[in-house]
């Protein structure tokens, strides 16, 4: 049998899943009240943890997102350096035309994904699942 602390720590961490997950507020508080008879300032706490358990996560995430989009950028910028910038135009058949497009489109996913990931770094809110 579970002590009351174990009891307590498993749902703090469901609590933290359910907010993690894009629950509401009150989903959660009505959870609370239904499932665990807890209401008023303790129940308030308990989502005020995992309020901040999910900020923390989407700005590690955010984090991770952004040093790789930085890298994708350097990576992009490189490639036309080298294809454009030496006043030297390499002409090739179709692969340097389709390689050409494929880094076009990988500088635009990483310019998009850099501040998408900026601003949740920033304000450390997302919509929908945090992870």
Not at 68 to 83: E, K, Q
Not at 92 to 113: Q, R
Not at 117 to 124: E, F, I, K, V
Request: glycine share 8%; no cysteine.
């Amino acid at each position: 049998m579970k002590s009351p602390e174990e009891k307590l720590e498993m749902m703090r961490q469901q609590v933290i899943s359910k907010v993690r997950w894009g629950a509401q507020q009150q989903e959660v508080l009505d959870w609370l009240r239904e499932k665990h008879s807890i209401v008023g300032p303790e129940a308030e706490q308990l989502f005020t943890q995992a309020t901040r358990a999910r900020t923390k996560r989407i700005r590690e995430n955010a984090l991770i997102r952004l040093v790789l989009s930085v890298l994708g950028i350097a990576g992009v910028a490189v490639f036309f350096a080298t294809r454009f910038g030496m006043g030297v135009i390499v002409y090739g058949g179709s692969s340097t035309v389709i390689a050409t497009v494929l880094v076009a489109a990988l500088g635009w996913l990483s310019i998009t994904t850099f501040i998408r990931s900026l601003a949740q770094l920033l304000t450390g809110e997302k919509a929908g699942p945090a992870d």
